[in-house]
């Protein structure tokens, strides 16, 4: 799906974008800011807020969320909801629903773009 709303901001506290399409931030979503997308989520940054990726289908459609640094507040994909975790790793993370269960894992190119392909 080629539709994405793009941010070039940080966000604060307090601060939530929405948008029915994947939603791309160039900055960092502190604690308090909220991302509700219909897609993807992709945030090229922190991620310390709360994130919602796939949030017009129950079961997530297959959505992931993404981020430099992953900190979380709480994650959500579809119905699926996650708390943050502390003492995140300071490498690239992906989010996905396995089963019933958000599943955090380091991003590696290749394993995604295979699951992307099935």
Same mark, same amino acid.
């Given at each position: 799906?080629?539709?994405?709303?793009?941010?070039?901001?940080?966000?604060?506290?307090?601060?939530?974008?929405?948008?029915? &399409?994947?939603?791309?931030?160039?900055?960092?979503?502190?604690?308090?800011?909220?991302?509700?997308?219909?897609?993807?989520?992709?945030?090229?940054?922190?991620?310390?807020?709360?994130? &919602?990726?796939?949030?017009?289908?129950?079961?997530?459609?297959?959505?992931?969320?993404?981020?430099?640094?992953?900190?979380?507040?709480?994650?959500?994909?579809?119905?699926?909801?996650?708390?943050?975790?502390?003492?995140?790793? &300071?490498?690239?993370?992906?989010?996905?629903?396995?089963?019933?269960?958000?599943?955090?894992?380091?991003?590696?190119?290749?394993?995604?773009?295979?699951?992307?392909?099935?």
């Amino acid at each position: 799906d080629p539709d994405a709303r793009i941010v070039y901001k940080t966000l604060r506290g307090g601060q939530k974008i929405e948008t029915e &399409h994947s939603l791309i931030i160039l900055g960092d979503v502190n604690s308090g800011a909220e991302l509700v997308a219909g897609g993807d989520i992709i945030v090229l940054g922190t991620l310390r807020g709360v994130a &919602h990726a796939g949030a017009y289908e129950e079961t997530g459609g297959g959505r992931f969320i993404f981020a430099l640094k992953l900190e979380p507040s709480q994650l959500r994909i579809g119905s699926v909801i996650s708390r943050g975790e502390s003492g995140a790793a &300071h490498i690239p993370e992906i989010a996905r629903v396995d089963g019933t269960n958000i599943v955090v894992e380091p991003y590696q190119a290749r394993a995604v773009l295979a699951r992307i392909r099935r």
